[in-house]
């Protein structure tokens, strides 16, 4: 979401959830209780990244983050949602399960998922520098945050090599880290990340 932000050069501040993120100070305001959430005028709370996203699309169409035709947006939407629920659910849930995870029960089920994301993953991408093609897109904002956390959560999880498995997907990172916007938002995104792994 903050790819889009930036990328569209638009003057939203982003705050951490009052009370924290699991608070019931913070439930009251959205009642899903997950990040991100973009408070829309009235204190109207927006969650869930992909309606954020088409949300700041339509009310902010330049620059366009997605392409003019039906397929190319049916491929972007597609890539959006391998990256959500296929990439970024299972991570967050793996990270959730912090030290036991092996002995999770569920701790197969988001490996394979997460697994099947990534094969997939690497039959959908372009092979021109953005996820969908020549320029930045909606599908960069959810994959490129989702690849950076991918080494951080698989290292949790006793496989921190699990991305150079993936080739394809290391250059498409490489690749996607030199738009700005995308390099300010790993940036901002760095210090929690580096922050656990000196606590750890
Ligand atoms: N489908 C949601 C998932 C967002 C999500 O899982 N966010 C995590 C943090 S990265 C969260 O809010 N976790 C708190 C919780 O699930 O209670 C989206 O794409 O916005």
Redesign the pocket.
């Given at each position: 979401?903050r790819v889009a932000i930036y990328a569209k050069g638009l003057e939203i501040e982003i705050e951490p959830p009052p009370g924290g993120?699991?608070s019931a100070k913070f439930h009251t305001i959205n009642p899903?209780?997950?990040?991100?959430?973009l408070m829309l005028e009235g204190e109207v709370p927006l969650?869930?990244?992909?309606?954020?996203l088409e949300y700041l699309e339509d009310k902010f169409p330049d620059p366009p983050l997605r392409p003019a035709h039906a397929e190319g947006r049916a491929h972007v939407r597609l890539l959006q949602r391998i990256g959500?629920?296929q990439i970024?659910?299972p991570l967050?849930e793996l990270a959730?399960l912090d030290g036991r995870a092996t002995s999770d029960p569920t701790f197969a089920t988001w490996l394979t998922r997460l697994i099947r994301g990534l094969s997939s993953l690497q039959i959908y991408l372009k092979e021109e520098g953005f996820a969908a093609g020549p320029q930045l897109t909606l599908a960069d904002c959810?994959l490129a945050p989702a690849l950076f956390l991918l080494p951080k959560v698989a290292g949790q999880i006793g496989k921190p090599n699990l991305l150079s498995a993936y080739p394809s997907l290391m250059r498409y990172f490489d690749s996607v880290t030199k738009h700005t916007a995308v390099q300010k938002v790993l940036d901002e995104m760095t210090p929690a990340w580096s922050g656990q792994a000196k606590a750890a």
């Open positions: 979401m993120l699991l899903l209780g997950t990040i991100p959430c969650p869930e990244s992909a309606a954020i959500e629920l970024t659910t967050v959730r959810q």
